[in-house]
Structure formats: structure tokens, C-alpha cells
């Protein structure tokens, strides 16, 4: 038979993930909330634009199935599906190619494809008529001339099969609601919304002159200076690369309609600027290492770095390679065994056999990552239509060039630049421009019964700004997203043995402007113990006070050595001043759990800053930090009544970071995983280690609070943790939910321990690759996990529990409707724009310090008690975004949620630091020598 009369593999791959369901009951759908109240009203722009559906349509799916046939020397025959999806980009243009070459061939030619249809490229098709005689058990299998494709011309001819899709066969334009959170319904469909997706991507997936389009929502303009973009919005980056500008394209089904509580059911199209750095097309390797790195010959680990997984083309013969690795030493002594076990030079080889001249020998040879083959850098050009992997200094420089017209690097987090850095006005301009241009109301797409506004016009929504949230007097005035600072610290820290030490490369010279490193070191580690003081922290003297050369031996042997010191004469924090060439932060923070002390770690240009250039913001900064992570606290929002001041409720925040996801077929083939989940948890469950929390008289913000006494800062201070976790899809021993599971129970039992009770409310907000497609399983398997940890402390303990989804995993963007600008921090989105069953809000917490603010979407996916409302949990969210207490402004997501994000962090690069590329992990030695034993305080900050 056949191979594509067989179960298809979409079918196949969904029965074998059914066996790695992890969920343990039925995820449900809470009743849907009334939208809040509380704020002024406001109208906003968005990037959404309605789809206008044609009721009564009637769609059928089919699983079309393009291979190319070869023969092989012995005569048999041997094919490749052109319609397999891949992750690599320039196979899946050139796979998408042939499909789309065969595909328009059926349509010129065989009957059966004369109809109203719309095609992916890959092994989807709707039409709106049955194709007869093809039904789900027998298929029809067409024969085509190996010309009708331009991709495999060697083929001895191409096969294809079509046959009706075994799940989703036929769906109606009137199953709206049918497809909305099919993840929570016993019967849903999703096929829909794949109509509504394919029709209108018509156009760029059959004019590859004009697009190119990844996955079925990503589209870029081929050339953008066509279109009338100017070489400042889509700039090349450096000789190698260039920016590709285009469109990121989602479907939606919102609530859409003006009136609360309203389910319209809603579609419309989600659509939103998209800038990448590509590599050039076709260009040689040789010439794109000396155009990166200059005529001087790079390390073998710098090109490793730099070009791992680059897919390139040979010049002697039709194949491609990816770039596995580059050799130690230049490729021209490099050497290889022939047919008759003789060593033989890589390059006379090539020169004997292909006549090729080698430029460049003196260059590392290309390490081929599947077979391990070596090759000159001179036979290999970069293949067309790939993505930049690596987002190095030079392409994010290139980037934000490409959104601003004025910047300046200063090391930004490359996540932050991922979200895209355009000033909100251009990208609004941007959307707008190219929607048209993509020619999203197409004539299919209109045939297809879905019909785009020709104008694409975006929907304006209704929103409120809430009112701001008030810090306790004397704590400093707020002002907006961001407040100036008061007098004394809520809570100041003590600090009674500590150390400080200067990392610098003595011998290795090293100038600063009119002081040196030492008269830097000790004029800082004075004035910041001066300011700490100032404001109510106790630091006394230094126990020790050292200059470490990191010239000479091992950076990290010193580090280790000076916290060790510092430990054994008794010291419970160490201050590190460095110089920028000190590259030793991991593993400084591994010293820090392997010895139970708090560091901090400060650049020797900062330190300089405040010594001498009198820079009182940058030193109040560092103290802030030092506050929080000696279990301190700098300031306290005012009681309001809130959940979020219940002193009977623990608020925690889960960050979960997967690794790789491990198919069904790894699993069942005996596979191990090879690298561990990460979840990062906070809770506000620790105690205050203070100087002036048991003084007399009691300081004012204490009586001005409604909360008991010791208990008002302790309610708003989020310590940190986290543990290394199986795979979610790996059920063997200890699963991940057995993990969340304990971490859940020890932080409720660090709340018992330190408050001499278990709480009676628990709140939990969960980040971290939360899609929507994430909702069902948090809201089942996750909710399960956490009342077995309610269980396991005791079995009539039965806290109120609230889970609340929070994503910036989302393309919707708002903007204020008479200028197209940023948002003012604490505008909060809940209806039109959101989910018509699902409790949903989008809550612009943060001022954006460059580009376009991107509002944060929570989803309440649970709330045992009925009485929480919508304004309870918009304002909840929003006062915990007030809490980072490094800075005197607002976060992007809650207190909670950044520490979990930054404890997953600091554990994944301990783990990369101290284990390195490994291969395998013992989960229990992990947690054992990696984790840090106790909830107690904020050691992140």
C-alpha cells in the first residue's frame, strides 16, 4: 500500500500524544465574570481588525498527501513527502514550493480541483463542495510529470494522494462557538478556524515573487523596497544579513460586542508588525566569515557560536549541510580516509576530483552536523530564506535601527528586543500599511464565505484606567507609573558581618578616568554603607575589605575562594565590585547557594559613578537591591481591603520552563529526557529580617496600616525558589506535577512555619509558555497537583484557590485612539477584545522604557469561593505590579511572577554553568546540589 494511503501522520501523532495525556480530570470552564467597573472610561485603537463570516457555509477538510519518486540504482523505488512539516526554514520554502507548483498544476489541470477551495501549502485542504468519489476509507492517488515541480526535477514522477480528513471532515460557518477554548469541551473543533486562517493567507502563499510566509502566520515581504519601504525600516546588518519586515497574522474568535456579558462570537484577525534579521541569500561562506570577523582567522568555538545550524548549499554537487561544528585547526590540514584507509588532505581532494582551487585553507573546515563530513568554507554558500537563530550585538543593534532613529546599546536583554522595539505610532502605521498590502479580502477568501474590511479597519475597544495605588505616608509620593522615593526604607535590613572585595586584573593594566580601581573600591564601599544607613538599614564596618587580582589563575577559583572567606569568618553578606572584563556572575551565584550566603555583585564603572560622579539615583538603586536581599523592604502599598492584604491569604507566582518537548516516539523508543524542566516559584510566605521592625516608638507606616503590625510588610515581601523538574510529557518517576506538587506544600508550610497558621486563601499566578492551547492543562492537571498538595499538609484542609493564567505569549496591541501612543500604566482591557467565555483582561501595568508597551493577558482559570469579581482581581494584579522594590516604578507582570521568572532563570544558568552540554541528568542530584534549601528570602533582587 501506498505510504500516504496509510493513517495519515497528523492522525497518528495525535494518537500517540493521547498516551502522554497528563491531565488528571476534566479541565471546566468557570462561570464567565461581569466585566469591572472600577476607573474612567477610555476608548482604545487595537490591532485587530473583524472578519465579517458568511452564515450557512459548509467547508470540507482533506489530507492531501505530494511525494517525489525516485529510482534507485538497483531499479527500486524510493519517495519523499514533499508535504512532511519541518522546523528548518530553507527545506520547508522549498518543500512549500513544490506543493504549491503541483498544487496549481492539479488546478489547471484535473477536474476534480475546478471548485472554490483553499490550500496550506502542506497536507491541508477545505473546499466548500465534496470532492467526489474520495471519502475517509478510500483514498484516490493521482500520477503527475516530475516537471509540474521545479524542486526535485531528478524525480521519475510525483504521486499524489488525497483523501477526506479523518477528524473535522465537515464544519459549518455557523460552529463558532464550537471552536472557542475547544480545549475545555468534550466536543469542539478547531478546523474552522483553520479556514478562517488558510483564506485569508491565499495570496502571499501563491506569489513566493512577493512573500514568504512561515508556519501559516508569519509573512515577509521578499523585497520590501517594492512595496515602498524605505531602506532605514528594513536595513541590512552589517554585510551578511539584513532585516526582513512583514507580518505577524492570528485568528481569534472575541466577544466583540458592546454590551457586557454579550457572546457575539466574534472572528477577526490579530495582526501586528514583524521584523527579523535574515541571513543573506547565496551568499559564500568564506565571504560572510571575513565580512563578520575581518581577515584574521576566528577560533573554531567563535564560528561554532556564531554559525551553528546554518544550513548551506555545496557548490560541487546538488546537497545542502548544516553546520555542525567548525574543525580546531584550518581545514587545509585537515585530512580524511580514502576507499583504501589512506589518510588524504580535505582540500587535494576536492581540487583532484571537482577541480576546485581552495582560497582559503587556512580557515577552520565546516564539521557537516548529520554526517560529519568536513568541507572548505570556499564550497559552501548560506542556503536562501533562513533565519537569524542568534541574536548577537550587531543584529540587535541593526534591529532597533530599523524602529528607532536614534539609540544606543547598553547590553539589552534580548527577550525585550523579541517583543519588538517600533515607537507605537510607526508600528500602528506599519500594521496598517501592510495589512493591505498582504491583500488579506483576496477574492478566494471572499469565495470562501470570509470576507476583511477592504480598509482593514481596527476595532476600537472600551477600557478603563484604573485608579492608582497609594503607598502608606511617608513612604514617597507616587507619580504615575513610578514615585519618588521617601525618606527611610519601610522595613531596613541588618547587616552585622559582611565582606567586600575588588575583582580586577591588576597586571593586565586597566584604566580609570583620574582614580584608580582601589581609590574607587573603598570610596564606594563607604558611601554605600553611608546611604544603606541613611536609610534605616543597619550596615556596620566590613569584616573584610580585599583586592582579589583575577589576572593571574582562574576567575572562578577566585570568586569561590572570596566567598568561602567570607563565610567562614561569619560574614551573611558579600559585596563584589568588578571589573567589565570579570566574567564571573554564575559563578558567583552558585557560590552563593553552595555556602547559604547573600551576594551582590557591582560593575567597577557604576561603583565609579557613584564615588566620584555623584550619581545618587544609580547608588540608591544598589541599596534598594541590597535591602530586598537581606530581607528588607523599601516600600509597602496602603491597605485597601484587597485579597492581595489578607492576612490570611499567600500569594504565589510559578514560572515553568520546558525544555525541548519529547515526542511520543522518544519516549516509547526509550529515550531519556536530556535536559530538565525549571519551575521558579515566589510566595509571600517569609519573615522580615529587620532593624527596625521591633523598635519602639513603632514606625508610622506600621500604625498607619489597617493590617496587624509585624504582618504588614511581610504580606508584600516575595521571597524566591525553585527546583529542577522532569519533562511535562515525562511520566516516569517523579512527573512534574509531583514536583509543583511539593513545592506548592513547602511554601504553604514556610507560611505556617513563619506565621503560625496555614492560609486560608491561595492565590497562585502561572507564567511561562502559558498559550492558550496551556489554558485546559493548567486548569486541570496544575489545579489537580495543587489541591494534592492542600492534601498532603492535611486532608480537611481545603484553602479558597485561585489560579490566574498570565501571558505575554500574544500579538494584541492597544493604543490610545487619538494619537496611536503608548498607554498609561494601569489601563485595563475586559471586554470586546476578549474571550467570550473565559474570564479574560488585558492590564497595561508597566511604562515602556523604548517601543510599543505590550499589555499582559491573564485568564482567572479557577476561583473555588464564586465571590471574587472582576474589579477584586484586575486591582489585585495591578497593586502586585508595585512590588519589585528594585526600582520606584510599576513591573510589566506582578511581584510574584517576575521573582518565579528570575529564580527559573538563575537555575537554568547554574545548571548550564555547573553541568554544562550534558546529556543526561539524576533529577534528585539536581535539586540536592543546585537548589537552595528554603523559601526565606529574596536572593534574586
Avoid at 514617597?476 to 527611610?488: E, F, H, I, L, N
Avoid at 546611604?531 to 593571574?552: C, F, Q, W, Y
Avoid at 495591578?878 to 529564580?903: D, G, K, Q, R
Amino acid at each position: 500500500m501506498h505510504p500516504s494511503l496509510e493513517l495519515v501522520m497528523a492522525d497518528a501523532a495525535t494518537n500517540a500524544m493521547s498516551k502522554l495525556n497528563l491531565a488528571t480530570s476534566q479541565p471546566t470552564l468557570i462561570d464567565k465574570r461581569a466585566p469591572g467597573t472600577n476607573g474612567a472610561a477610555l476608548e482604545l485603537s487595537t490591532n485587530i481588525t473583524p472578519i465579517t463570516l458568511a452564515q450557512n457555509v459548509n467547508y470540507f477538510k482533506y489530507d492531501i498527501r505530494m511525494y517525489a519518486v525516485f529510482t534507485k540504482r538497483d531499479g527500486s523505488k524510493t519517495t519523499k513527502e514533499l508535504t512532511k512539516q519541518t522546523k528548518d526554514d530553507y527545506n520547508e520554502q522549498e518543500r512549500k514550493k513544490a506543493c504549491s507548483e503541483i498544487f496549481l498544476t492539479l488546478t489547471n489541470s484535473d477536474a476534480m480541483f475546478q471548485g472554490t477551495l483553499i490550500y496550506d501549502r502542506a497536507a491541508v485542504l477545505f473546499t466548500t463542495e465534496k470532492l467526489p468519489p474520495i471519502s475517509a476509507s478510500e483514498g484516490k492517488l493521482l500520477t503527475l510529470n516530475a516537471q509540474s515541480q521545479s524542486v526535485c526535477p531528478e524525480a521519475k514522477h510525483i504521486e499524489v494522494t488525497i483523501k477526506q480528513a479523518v477528524f473535522g471532515f465537515q464544519v459549518s460557518s455557523n460552529d463558532l462557538a464550537k471552536c472557542v477554548n475547544a480545549d475545555f469541551k468534550p466536543q469542539h473543533s478547531k478546523e474552522l478556524m483553520e479556514v478562517l486562517n488558510l483564506a485569508t493567507s491565499q495570496i502571499p502563499f501563491f506569489t513566493p515573487t512577493d512573500y514568504m510566509t512561515y508556519g501559516n502566520g508569519n509573512i515577509y515581504l521578499l523585497n520590501p523596497g517594492n512595496f515602498g519601504f524605505q531602506r532605514n525600516e528594513a536595513p541590512d546588518i552589517g554585510r551578511d544579513k539584513f532585516t526582513g519586515i512583514g507580518l505577524s497574522k492570528g485568528v481569534k474568535i472575541l466577544e466583540g460586542n458592546n454590551q457586557p456579558g454579550c457572546k457575539n462570537y466574534t472572528p477577526a484577525l490579530v495582526l501586528d508588525v514583524k521584523k527579523t534579521a535574515f541571513h543573506n541569500f547565496n551568499q559564500n561562506l568564506t565571504e560572510k566569515i571575513l565580512q563578520t570577523y575581518g581577515n584574521a582567522v576566528p577560533s573554531h568555538a567563535l564560528l561554532a557560536r556564531d554559525l551553528k545550524d546554518i544550513r548551506c548549499l555545496t557548490v560541487h554537487k546538488k546537497a545542502s549541510i548544516v553546520i555542525g561544528g567548525f574543525t580546531a585547526g584550518p581545514v587545509g590540514k585537515a585530512t580524511f580516509k580514502d576507499k583504501d584507509g589512506n589518510a588524504m588532505l580535505i582540500c587535494k581532494y576536492y581540487e583532484e576530483k571537482y577541480q576546485l582551487k581552495i582560497a582559503r585553507p587556512d580557515l577552520p573546515g565546516v564539521i557537516d552536523a548529520h554526517q560529519r563530513n568536513i568541507y572548505p568554507t570556499d564550497l559552501l554558500v548560506v542556503a536562501p530564506n533562513q533565519r537569524v537563530k542568534i541574536n548577537t550585538k550587531d543584529v540587535v543593534e541593526a534591529l532597533i535601527k530599523a524602529c528607532f532613529t536614534q539609540f544606543k546599546y547598553t547590553g539589552i536583554n534580548y527577550y525585550l528586543f523579541q517583543v519588538s522595539a517600533i515607537k507605537p505610532e510607526l508600528r500602528f502605521a506599519q500594521t496598517v500599511r501592510l495589512s493591505k498590502l498582504l491583500q488579506l479580502d483576496s477574492k478566494k477568501a471572499q469565495d470562501m464565505g470570509v470576507f476583511v474590511p477592504t480598509d482593514a479597519a481596527s476595532l476600537t475597544v472600551p477600557a478603563r484606567q484604573l485608579p492608582p495605588v497609594s503607598l502608606l505616608a511617608g513612604q514617597g509620593a507616587m507619580a504615575g507609573p513610578s514615585w519618588r522615593s521617601g525618606g527611610k526604607f519601610v522595613v531596613g535590613a541588618k547587616v552585622e558581618k559582611w565582606a567586600a572585595f575588588l575583582l580586577f586584573p591588576f597586571k593586565c593594566g586597566g584604566k580609570m578616568p583620574r582614580h584608580t580601581p582601589e581609590e574607587v573600591f573603598q570610596s564606594f564601599v563607604q558611601k554605600f554603607a553611608d546611604a544603606g544607613n541613611r536609610k534605616g538599614m543597619s550596615i556596620a564596618t566590613p569584616l573584610i575589605r580585599e583586592h582579589v587580582d583575577v589576572s593571574v589563575g582562574d576567575t572562578n577559583s577566585h570568586v569561590s575562594q572570596a566567598v568561602k572567606k567570607a563565610k567562614e569568618a561569619g560574614c551573611t553578606y558579600v559585596l563584589f565590585v568588578s571589573d567589565e572584563r570579570v566574567k564571573s556572575h554564575e559563578q558567583l551565584k552558585y557560590d552563593e547557594l553552595a555556602h547559604q550566603i547573600t551576594t551582590q555583585e557591582v560593575t567597577l564603572i557604576k561603583a565609579s559613578q557613584v564615588a566620584f560622579e555623584n550619581k545618587g539615583q544609580t547608588l540608591e538603586n544598589i541599596i534598594m537591591k541590597t535591602n530586598v536581599k537581606l530581607r528588607g523592604m523599601n516600600h509597602v502599598t496602603r491597605g485597601d481591603g484587597g485579597l492581595h492584604h489578607s492576612n490570611d491569604a499567600i500569594i504565589i507566582g510559578i514560572y515553568i520552563q520546558q525544555p525541548r518537548v519529547m515526542t511520543a516516539s522518544e519516549i516509547e523508543g526509550g529515550s531519556q529526557p536530556s535536559f530538565p524542566a525549571v519551575i521558579g516559584l515566589s510566595a509571600n510566605n517569609g519573615i522580615l529580617q529587620a532593624s527596625n521592625l521591633d523598635i519602639a516608638p513603632i514606625p508610622a507606616f506600621i500604625l498607619d496600616a489597617p493590617l496587624q503590625q509585624r504582618e504588614m510588610a511581610a504580606q508584600q515581601y516575595f521571597t524566591m525558589a525553585y527546583k529542577y523538574a522532569n519533562p511535562k510529557e515525562w511520566k516516569k518517576g517523579e512527573t512534574q506535577l509531583d514536583t509543583l506538587k511539593k513545592m506548592v506544600a513547602e511554601a504553604l508550610m514556610t507560611y505556617k512555619n513563619n506565621r503560625g497558621r496555614v492560609p486560608s486563601k491561595v492565590v497562585i499566578y502561572r507564567a511561562g509558555g502559558v498559550s492558550e492551547g496551556q489554558l485546559s492543562y493548567i486548569a486541570s492537571a496544575e489545579r489537580d497537583a495543587y489541591l494534592a498538595a492542600f492534601d498532603s499538609l492535611a486532608s480537611d484542609y481545603k484553602p479558597t484557590l485561585v489560579i490566574i493564567a498570565a501571558s505575554k505569549e500574544h500579538n494584541e496591541r492597544f493604543y490610545q485612539k487619538a494619537n496611536h501612543s503608548n498607554l498609561f500604566p494601569g489601563v485595563v482591557v475586559d471586554r470586546m477584545a476578549v474571550n467570550p467565555e473565559l474570564n479574560e483582561f488585558y492590564l497595561q501595568s508597566h511604562k515602556a522604557l523604548q517601543g510599543t508597551a505590550k499589555a499582559t493577558k491573564y485568564t482567572l482559570l479557577h476561583e473555588s469561593s464564586g465571590r471574587l469579581n472582576s474589579d477584586q482581581v484586575q486591582h489585585m494584579t495591578f497593586a502586585l505590579c508595585h512590588l519589585h522594590e528594585i526600582v520606584n516604578s510599576t513591573t510589566a507582570v506582578p511581584t510574584p511572577l517576575y521573582v518565579a521568572e528570575e529564580s527559573a532563570k538563575r537555575a537554568v544558568n547554574i545548571y548550564h554553568h555547573m553541568k554544562g552540554p550534558a546529556e543526561y541528568y539524576e533529577l534528585d542530584e539536581l535539586n540536592a546540589k543546585f537548589t537552595h534549601s528554603n523559601l526565606g528570602a529574596r536572593l534574586n533582587a
